[in-house]
């Protein structure tokens, strides 16, 4: 299947990339799937191949890439039928710690999240009670001499058992005491290996794919003044730059994941001879194929393009929410149109169809839901009314 990539040196990466995925077959998956358990040696290999630092400038053990380098990385794994969920966000929480730690901060953290002796994984935005609408969240973070003491729950804070560190957005400010309501939240880098037991529990959620996401309790949890990045009550900005980030890498991996599918139904419908010849000879086969393929070469195109407007310093909001929205229906329709294809064998386990199905789900409800995408471009692309917040 070829496809428009304007980043010919990616080349190099997407091979490297599917080399290591080689060696983790649908059967490492299925097995990790059965069990809801962490893909331990997939990360690590990921790690010591020096992907999951690809942003982290070389000053400090990465390999100074871009984020649509990043992206590649991420399409790539899902292309092989792999799965980034359990350690992307590595890559986008970064850019908060680079653009608006201290020196101190990074000198201590960057080097040992490069060489994989601390995991960057976890990042503690959604509440039980505010959802979507993070302005509202309620955990507080009080200073007190030279700590802060966290108190509140979050939710669906993905990988905080395995993890070392955790991004976490919390009140600093009582919301009807801040000037602009875009004031008041702080963000912080901390420890949770010190802080599990002692004021902080992790509650695993079984969802629907195996995706190690969590309940985070904090209860008076002391954390050193020091964990704040960049100054108080700024951290909702903090966090809007790396969400672009994160909305364009989450695309990428939707592309991955209907370039799969893509793959899987095209094969199985050449093979599949039923009235004495291929299914796929069948218009009513070929057609839903095609369109999701169009939709996805579609979607591509504008995720590349929200990567590239990232990396030229530019605000990408539209095309990163759009990007991200089209890609993510572009993986569903494509996972759709892969099931069909394969008829009953669709629903077994052992063709992994099922299990990418349930895993691509997902991404029309997180990081960000498709009406709030809606809502925001609403907004923002065509000067409607604010529908939200
Ligand atoms: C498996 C999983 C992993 C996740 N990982 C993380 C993580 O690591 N860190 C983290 O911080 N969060 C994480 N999330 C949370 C995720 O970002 C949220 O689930 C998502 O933003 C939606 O919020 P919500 O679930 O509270 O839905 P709600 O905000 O309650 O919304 C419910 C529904 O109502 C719709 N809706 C709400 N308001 C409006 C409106 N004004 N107009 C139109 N429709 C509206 C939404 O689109 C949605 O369909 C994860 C979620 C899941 C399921």
Redesign the pocket.
């Known amino acids: 299947m070829t496809s428009f990539d304007p980043g010919a040196e990616h080349a190099a990466i997407r091979e490297g990339v599917a080399q290591v995925c080689k060696a983790f077959p649908g059967a490492y998956w299925r097995e990790l799937d059965s069990r809801r358990a962490y893909p331990e040696a997939f990360v690590t290999a990921l790690t010591e191949a020096g992907y999951l630092s690809a942003m982290i400038p070389e000053a400090y053990g990465g390999s100074g890439l871009n984020l649509s380098a990043a992206a590649a990385i991420l399409e790539e794994i899902h292309r092989n039928g792999c799965n980034a969920?359990a350690c992307h966000?590595q890559m986008y929480t970064m850019g908060t710690v680079l653009r608006h730690g201290s020196a101190e901060q990074k000198r201590h953290y960057l080097p040992r999240i490069a060489d994989g002796s601390l995991r960057l994984q976890?990042?503690?935005?959604?509440e039980?009670t505010?959802?979507?609408?993070t302005l509202a969240l309620g955990a507080t973070a009080t200073r007190e001499g030279d700590e802060y003491i966290i108190q509140g729950q979050?939710?669906?804070?993905?990988?905080?058992e395995h993890s070392d560190l955790m991004l976490l957005?919390a009140r600093t400010t009582p919301r009807d005491k801040v000037e602009k309501r875009t004031d008041g939240l702080s963000v912080f880098l901390i420890d949770l290996r010190r802080l599990v037991g002692q004021g902080v529990t992790i509650k695993p959620?079984r969802?629907m794919?195996n995706?190690a996401?969590t309940e985070v309790f904090f209860d008076a949890a002391r954390i050193p003044a020091s964990s704040l990045i960049g100054e108080e009550g700024k951290g909702f900005r903090y966090i809007l730059s790396g969400m672009n980030a994160e909305r364009i890498l989450i695309a990428a991996e939707c592309i991955g994941d209907a370039k799969w599918f893509l793959a899987r139904a095209s094969d199985y419908a050449r093979e599949r001879i039923v009235f004495g010849r291929p299914i796929g000879a069948n218009q009513g086969v070929q057609f839903p194929l095609a369109k999701a393929y169009a939709h996805m070469l579609a979607a591509e195109a504008i995720v590349h393009r929200a990567a590239a407007l990232y990396d030229a310093g530019l605000d990408p909001g539209i095309e990163a929410n759009t990007a991200k929205m089209l890609a993510a229906d572009a993986s569903w329709e494509a996972g759709e149109a892969c099931l069909q294809t394969h008829g009953g064998f669709g629903f077994a386990e052992e063709y992994d169809i099922e299990r990418k199905f349930r895993e691509t789900r997902?991404y029309q409800?997180?990081?960000?839901?498709?009406?709030?995408i809606?809502?925001f471009l609403a907004e923002r692309a065509l000067g409607l009314p604010k529908?939200?917040?």
Do not use: E, Q
């Open positions: 969920a966000a976890a990042f503690g935005v959604t039980p505010s959802g979507s609408d979050k939710i669906w804070t993905s990988r905080a957005l959620i969802t794919m995706h996401t997902l409800v997180a990081p960000i839901s498709t009406n709030l809606l809502c529908s939200y917040g």
